[in-house]
């Protein structure tokens, strides 16, 4: 009974563990980065050769952006004063760019940090079955509307996630490439991590 129990909590909460844990990830190697000193943190900001325009910074940005544009709006938790509408309203392509922790990896850690936070804060006061309205530009022709269409904070809490591990492949890439250490694990879906798992079981290579 104990373990049925146990199971279900992990099943009602899995998604907010899952979220938590991907954030932690990148907080763990931004951590492992060497120390930024005045206006200067080489390895954070320095681009990259083989994904033009890259930074570990620009990525990490990109990725908290997305979680906090997903809970911005929300009536019981998001931080936006003018939102008087009841409806929860996600724009995923409002995003804020060039903010400190795109140049400051310590900034980024605690904004991540403060991410964690508020999912915890999600978990307690927001069903995962919540409804929300996604609206999306889907065409770059500014004479075609943005585009509405009616999700749940389930589904798009979950695009977050996967939307961060694709730019954790990304950030591997980068720091492969500046000689930052890297575990083998980060930016690598469950869905693969699961299948080499149950490749190595089969094959007897574990």
Partial sequence: MASTSATLSFEKNAMFIVANKLLQQLIDLLD????????????????????????IGKHSRHIYDHFH???LHNPKLGSDPTNNNSRWIVDFDDRSRDRPME????NAVRSLKEMQQKLHQAQ???????????VATIDDNDKIPKYHMESSFERELWYCCMHAIHHYASIKAICIE??????????????????HHQHQKMTGHL
Avoid: C, R, W
Avoid at 103 to 106: A, C, G, K, R, S
């Fill in 124 to 134: 307690e006061k927001i069903p995962l079955d919540t409804p929300l309205l996604l």
């Fill in 32 to 55: 492992s980065l060497p120390p930024s000193s005045d206006d200067d943190d080489q390895v954070y900001t320095k681009p990259s050769i083989v994904m033009p325009g890259g930074t």
């Fill in 178 to 195: 500046h000689n930052v250490p890297v575990s083998k694990e980060f930016g690598v879906a469950p869905s693969t991590t699961l299948y």
């Fill in 69 to 71: 544009l997903l809970l």
């Fill in 103 to 106: 140049v400051q990896h310590e």
